[in-house]
């Protein structure tokens, strides 16, 4: 029989409880969905290999110029730049894969000739990023929804749309320069002393705005994304609960809502998702390329972006790679959200059966 959960508001557990619920979470769903990038990654590769990228023409730090390849990396949380240098930093993605005809042969050469472990490579450095993100942001959705509803005093659907946009906000307003400061150590192999006078000269230059470097398109992206699923999430929720055939609210129920809101809200906002990645390639590419004079810098404008994508490819340039950010989303989403929900349900019947034996 499926797991009773508690309702979603109002959850009775604390707020270091919410932060445990929601780190298992996190690290829950980063196992099941980083086999799927790493796979992607790797065909990626396999169509554009080290030797069809062109040679840097500076590279900081006083390193021999060297080629570079810039990609996305996602854990099914967050999205992480990864800066390579001939390969040998990412050698987990680039050792000699043989050649793939598609996903499922991808997965299956892989686990065959490296290992299954192959599979989550990469894993350990962005979950040092995903976590906390994670857990900031689903403690502070939580935190502001309960204080909503008890400052208007009644449940309304406008509430986890509010408190969806404004716990997103802040957790990519606390992440933004800590993964900025991962990609400048990550993409020019810097000691922790070089990364702070890397950061001072930045600071210096062009002021404490400079660590907030892509934070807008991550804002237009992210803020949207999240006021429409929690939106939805609670929606769907409330509305199968209702269901008789359903007992109440259970894992299948928070886990069927998390895929069905994260779904709608990815294609909803999958052109600001296309925007978002060519601004951090464009940020790799700027730790490793200096615009120079002879190079005409990129349109650092999110709206001028999005006109050349769509000068350059047409309207549906906007809406590229639709079936593979709703295929990584959908689970994604279900996933954390059904962990976090069992993990809440279970702090709670903890605090309830304390509470009976301290009476």
Same mark, same amino acid.
């Given at each position: 029989?499926?797991?009773?959960?508690?309702?979603?508001?109002?959850?009775?557990?604390?707020?270091?409880?919410?932060?445990?619920?929601?780190?298992?979470?996190?690290?829950?769903t980063?196992?099941?969905?980083?086999?799927?990038?790493?796979?992607?990654?790797?065909?990626?590769?396999?169509?554009?290999?080290?030797?069809?990228?062109?040679?840097?023409?500076?590279?900081?730090?006083?390193?021999?110029?060297?080629?570079?390849k810039?990609?996305?990396?996602?854990?099914?949380?967050?999205?992480?730049?990864?800066?390579?240098?001939?390969?040998?930093?990412?050698?987990?993605?680039?050792?000699?894969?043989?050649?793939?005809?598609?996903?499922?042969?991808?997965?299956?050469?892989?686990?065959?000739?490296? #290992?299954?472990? /192959? $599979? !989550?490579? +990469?894993?350990? =450095? *962005?979950?040092?990023?995903? &976590? @906390?993100?994670?857990v900031? %942001?689903?403690?502070?959705?939580?935190?502001?929804?309960?204080?909503?509803?008890?400052?208007?005093?009644?449940?309304?659907?406008?509430?986890?749309?509010?408190?969806?946009?404004?716990?997103?906000?802040?957790?990519?307003?606390?992440?933004?320069?800590?993964?900025?400061?991962r990609?400048k150590?990550?993409?020019?192999?810097?000691?922790?002393?070089?990364?702070?006078?890397?950061?001072?000269?930045?600071?210096?230059?062009? #002021?404490?705005? /400079? $660590? !907030?470097? +892509?934070?807008? =398109? *991550?804002?237009?992206?992210? &803020? @949207?994304?999240?006021?429409? %699923?929690?939106?939805?999430?609670?929606?769907?929720?409330?509305?199968?609960?209702?269901?008789?055939?359903?007992?109440?609210?259970?894992?299948?129920?928070?886990?069927?809502?998390?895929?069905?809101?994260?779904?709608?809200?990815?294609?909803?906002?999958?052109?600001?998702?296309?925007?978002?990645?060519?601004?951090?390639?464009?940020?790799?590419?700027?730790?490793?390329?200096?615009?120079?004079?002879?190079?005409?810098?990129?349109?650092?404008?999110?709206?001028?972006?999005?006109?050349?994508i769509?000068a350059?490819?047409?309207?549906?340039?906007?809406?590229?790679?639709?079936?593979?950010?709703?295929?990584?989303?959908?689970?994604?989403?279900?996933?954390?959200?059904?962990t976090?929900?069992?993990?809440?349900?279970?702090?709670?019947?903890?605090?309830?059966?304390?509470?009976?034996?301290?009476?």
């Amino acid at each position: 029989m499926a797991e009773k959960l508690a309702p979603s508001p109002g959850g009775g557990i604390t707020p270091l409880q919410q932060m445990l619920a929601s780190g298992t979470g996190a690290i829950l769903t980063s196992l099941f969905v980083t086999p799927l990038d790493v796979v992607k990654i790797r065909l990626q590769a396999q169509r554009t290999p080290f030797s069809k990228v062109l040679a840097a023409q500076s590279v900081p730090w006083g390193a021999q110029p060297a080629t570079w390849k810039c990609f996305l990396y996602c854990n099914g949380l967050m999205d992480h730049l990864y800066v390579c240098q001939n390969g040998s930093s990412c050698t987990a993605w680039y050792k000699a894969p043989g050649h793939f005809t598609g996903t499922l042969d991808a997965f299956v050469k892989i686990t065959r000739n490296e #290992g299954i472990r /192959s $599979l !989550w490579s +990469g894993l350990p =450095p *962005t979950l040092v990023m995903a &976590v @906390p993100a994670t857990v900031i %942001y689903f403690t502070t959705y939580d935190q502001l929804r309960d204080y909503l509803r008890t400052r208007v005093g009644s449940w309304n659907h406008y509430i986890p749309l509010l408190a969806g946009a404004l716990a997103r906000l802040g957790a990519v307003t606390v992440i933004s320069p800590l993964e900025l400061i991962r990609t400048k150590m990550q993409s020019r192999q810097l000691s922790y002393r070089e990364l702070r006078v890397c950061i001072q000269s930045a600071v210096a230059q062009d #002021g404490w705005l /400079s $660590l !907030w470097r +892509g934070w807008g =398109p *991550t804002v237009l992206r992210d &803020v @949207p994304f999240s006021a429409l %699923y929690w939106f939805n999430y609670e929606l769907v929720r409330s509305w199968l609960c209702r269901q008789p055939w359903l007992d109440g609210s259970t894992f299948t129920v928070s886990f069927a809502s998390g895929a069905i809101s994260g779904t709608v809200a990815a294609v909803l906002t999958l052109p600001f998702d296309v925007v978002k990645t060519h601004r951090q390639i464009e940020l790799g590419d700027s730790e490793v390329h200096p615009v120079t004079a002879s190079r005409p810098s990129k349109p650092s404008s999110t709206w001028l972006l999005m006109q050349r994508i769509r000068a350059e490819s047409g309207t549906r340039g906007l809406f590229a790679g639709f079936l593979p950010r709703v295929i990584k989303v959908a689970p994604a989403c279900a996933i954390m959200i059904s962990t976090y929900e069992f993990g809440k349900s279970f702090f709670q019947k903890l605090n309830q059966e304390q509470q009976l034996r301290g009476l």
